[in-house]
């Protein structure tokens, strides 16, 4: 077989083929004359000389130039054919001449299609061949349709990492509120205070747990609003939703924060499970959830406004608001833990002070939404912005770089526009295999957004304490249940332990528990907020259209979430390394420091995979795989109280080897069971994605 060249040259464009012969070598050099119809481009026949059987060729034969005498894209002048022949072959001119209109490119891969043929196996062109450039070319057919499908984008690892760091500030406020706490009670009130803490703060802090659907609700419900006013700088729905959002949290802190004081004694009694208890820790206890009692309402509105700021994409205002509450707790602190008056000092002096951070923090937080900053004048120096782009000085170099960038973006959207207005001008016929590197057009840049004054004259101060239409209330409804059952089944776990260690491990024992349980809860929003930041980006995913782009977006997202979860994971084990460095400033007792020091390796072994957990479990939520959630955390309802529980008896019939690492080890295989139990689900879901496709319709 020889290659050979045939040139096409058509008015002032000309292409290059290959020609492909089995016995000769062909130049050709065919004109065409454009048509006066709007078929614009050159015919390609079969060639019937059996000599040159299997090739594709512009002209069939070295000799007499084609011409297009009668305008209709024909070629009529072809001598040697008969009148059978004559007709095929201007049929197979039409079909083919659409068929380079619509795709060029395709004619290329029939050509080289064909001329892998070879010629001296098989003389002729089979019905057998045909039907494996007609398959080959339904194949490519389909293909394109694939790709012009819509490609889903899904959040890389390092966008994760950039939205989840911040988002920590919603999940870490209250814990790192009760581990200040807990280290100037232990510092300065003594062990007996400390012990106290442990059953309070679990309790206060569970409880407040509760509120939970209101930011998840929260988040969906703000993110649904601002997404559907993308582009709009009044946002009405996104600040209707975020007010009603607070005013409910206002009405359910308000409640949760009465059933609470009234019930703690009943509820602490619960927990202690111990009626030798020490008198002066259960007091303790009591003071301060009575007190903490008291923030609720700020609590819940604090939760629900940092919640609404992430579903709006402003990831600053929650750490700022963090910050403010941190630093007025731990003045508080210094201020009245000290005390010696019972209700002002020790554990009801810390409990003091976390109230009165919460409410500094919704008053700080309320400003910041309802205050618009004073927009300052700009002022431009033209002279200095001229010599900059025109000289050759240090300073100039960002503004000129910014100017030839700007250049060549205009400059390659024109020519674009121009090719794609100018119907005459086709891409060249081997375009296929010599791209020129094109540039690549720029992504349109996403909409930056603030929350401070987004409610500017929207709001005021006594609005919070209104109650919402019903009708706008209603819609935090489906949340209620499935995240409360989620909530109360994740802390069934940390309940029993305190119980456990409250009732049968003794006085050391809960002092220690709740330095280990201070850091945890310190510890966990790092994972936890992988959750929210799952819940924030998979909906928009899983809300599209069924089809193989959404299942290979949301695989992608899934392997970054998980990715995300076991580099988190390394980073909380790291931490947890050296709590035995820094366990010292949290008690002064060595025995407390003891036990601390024991849990450590469980604990590392419990954040190493914690990161996944919290990733895959904001995986399912974002896939509204509620029912599968419940059900789930159900039964973890009643398993890991049921193991935690079996070690209260063993502590009580005098088993020395039940200690703090017992129950920490029951947690650890929570934690596996977990893990595994949520890459399965996974799974299942990746394979349901790619199977529920539609069909496509087939002709």
Known sequence: MKVTLAYISWGSYSSTVLAFSSSNTIHSRATFRPPSSPINHPSIIKNTNRNNAGSWLLSTKVGPVFEDVDGIGELTNNPGLSPEEETTKDDNILDLTQDALINPTSVVNEILDAALIDPDVNASMTTENRSIITSEKARNDNTVEDQEEEEIEAPSVSKIIKFAIPAVGVWLCSPLLSLIDTSTVGLLSGTAQQAALNPAVALSDYSALLAAFMYTATTNLVAGAKESEMGSDEKPKTRKTLIQSMQMSGFVGVILGSVLMTLAPIMLKGIIGNDSIDPEVFSAALRYVRIRALGFPAAVIIGSAQSACLGMQDIKSPMLVLLAAAIVNFIGDMIFVPSLNPWLGGAAGAAWATVFSQYAAMTLFMKWLRSRPAKKPETVNITNAILELTGKSNEGKPRRRRFRKTLQGLSSSQNSSDEGQDGNREPPLFSKFFKRKSVKKASPPQESFSTRGFLSGQMRKRDIFQLPPLEDAKEFWPYVIPVTTTSVGRVSAYVAMS??????????????????????????????????????????????????????????????????????????????????????????????????????????????????????????LGQRDLGYLGKAYGSYFFAVPYFMLRCKKFALSGAKSIDLTSLWGVFLSYQVVRVAVWAVRLRLLDIRARKEQPIKATA
């Open 499 to 620: 119980h456990v260690v409250s009732s049968s491990l003794g006085t050391l024992s809960m002092a220690a528990n709740q330095v280990i349980l201070s850091v945890f809860y310190c510890l966990c929003p790092f994972a936890d907020s992988l959750n929210l930041t799952a819940q924030s980006f998979i909906p928009g995913i899983f809300q599209k259209k069924w089809g193989p782009a959404r299942a290979k977006a949301l695989r992608r997202a899934t392997i970054n979430f998980i990715k995300v979860g076991a580099i988190f994971g390394a980073g909380l084990v790291g931490i947890v390394a050296m709590i035995p460095l820094f366990s010292k400033f949290f008690t002064s007792d060595p025995l407390v420091i003891a036990q601390v020091n024991s849990v450590v390796p469980l604990l590392a072994g419990i954040f190493s995979i914690h990161g996944v957990i919290c990733a895959g479990e904001g995986l399912l």
